[in-house]
């Protein structure tokens, strides 16, 4: 299915893709009570912090996150990811979202997955502040020339 305004769009494979994120969310929470937030799983698997979903499991999920890409661009026609800064911005860039998840008390999927499924007002402010933050540097960098389209 094509887009008119986005012509590489897949909607198909991000609503499937969706729906998967959030069987997952669902199952996390129901089964374990835990919210399965990317940051604070990366936090729990690597010991930064000591409360969450049990280790282990926090290993497994961070572990399963790259693997489960790998598979489906081994099942796939493959996805050629792109990235045209260099690896010391793409470092930078995730030391800066990662300082932020943690002062944020979470990350992008924990706050706009989880925590808008459970209604959360915290959730709902950070998921706003995060949205009009990306909206507003995608607008600032489209007008100062940094990117396309």
Do not use: Y
Request: proline fraction near 4%.
């Amino acid at each position: 299915m094509i887009l008119p305004s986005f012509p590489s769009a897949m909607p198909v494979a991000g609503l499937a893709g969706g729906l998967l994120i959030g069987l997952a969310a669902a199952i996390m929470l129901l089964g374990l009570g835990r919210i399965a937030g990317v940051s604070g799983m990366l936090a729990r698997a690597s010991g930064i912090a000591d409360t969450g979903a049990p280790r282990a499991v926090a290993r497994a999920f961070v572990i399963g996150l790259p693997l489960g890409a790998l598979l489906v661009t081994l099942a796939s026609s493959g996805v050629e990811p792109r990235f045209t800064g260099s690896i010391l911005q793409l470092v930078i860039a995730g030391l800066l979202v990662g300082f932020g998840t943690r002062h944020g008390s979470g990350c992008t999927s924990g706050h706009g997955v989880c925590g808008l499924s459970r209604l959360s007002r915290r959730s709902m402010v950070a998921t706003l502040t995060f949205m009009t933050s990306g909206f507003a540097t995608v607008g600032l960098m489209r007008a100062f020339g940094f990117i396309n389209g």
